[in-house]
């Protein structure tokens, strides 16, 4: 079973908006959408952005460097220049406190 780490309170990533937040030395990128809440790395695979500086447009992702977007449920590539996926992380809520699992999960 994965280890789960406290990583923001719900209420500090209000529906479609997303927060990049530091766990353990790594930055992650929190995404909340009507589908739910999603846990990401935080850097593009492309060319090392931040994530966070991009766009959120439902469950998309756009890089601000290049326009490499990403499926935030899965991490998958939706558009170039990336060619590597997002590793992604488990997520559950405890109360109102988004926990994250560091391990990535497996594509």
């Known amino acids: 079973m994965p ?6 309170r719900l209420a500090e990533v209000p529906p479609g908006s997303m927060r990049a937040c530091l766990i353990g030395g790594r930055e992650i990128l929190i995404c909340h ?9 935080n850097i593009c695979t492309h060319a090392h952005a931040r994530l966070c500086e991009g766009r959120l447009r439902a469950t998309r992702l756009v890089c601000p ?4 977007s990403f499926d935030i449920r899965d991490g998958r590539v939706l558009g170039p220049p990336a060619e590597l ?6 997520v559950r809520l405890v109360g ?10 497996p594509p």
């Open 3 to 8: 280890q789960f780490e406290a990583a923001l």
């Open 33 to 41: 959408t009507r589908e739910g809440v999603f846990a990401l790395d």
């Open 65 to 68: 460097l290049h326009g490499a």
């Open 85 to 90: 996926p997002l590793p992604t992380h488990a």
């Open 96 to 105: 109102e406190v988004i926990e994250v699992a560091l391990a990535p999960v």
